[in-house]
Nanobody, 121 residues
């Protein structure tokens, strides 16, 4: 069974930094796109950043120049380095991965449980 486990969230002051990690575990044959989404209270879940299997990246306009997504294919892990954090970045951050696992003929989308990021003084 595939699991995505996130870590690295917490409380940080405005202007600070955090690094989120998300590791996929289980019998995994191939990992394709990996990404981070976030959901603030009362708002819809939105894309923050995505990285393809070829390491092409795409970011939400609101985080460009501040956040960096990267991946370690050997560890099936995706990272999100968040710098110059703002109070409006406060949300639950979710990891997402499109991957092919044992028992399935096609790739499926998997989600992590979410990690809270709070930016406040």
């Amino acid at each position: 069974q595939v699991q995505l486990v996130e870590s690295g969230g917490g409380l940080v002051q405005p202007g600070g930094s955090l690094r989120l990690s998300c590791a996929a575990s289980g019998t995994i044959f191939s990992v394709y796109d990996m990404g981070w989404y976030r959901q603030a209270p009362g708002k819809q879940r939105e894309l923050v950043a995505v990285i393809t299997g070829a390491s092409s990246t795409n970011y939400a306009d609101s985080v460009k120049g501040r956040f960096t997504i990267s991946r370690d294919n050997a560890k099936n892990t995706v990272y999100l380095q968040m710098n110059s954090l703002k109070p409006e970045d406060t949300a639950v951050y979710y990891c997402n991965a499109d991957l092919k696992a044992r028992g399935y003929s096609r790739a499926r989308s998997y989600w992590g449980q979410g990690t809270q990021v709070t930016v406040s003084s």
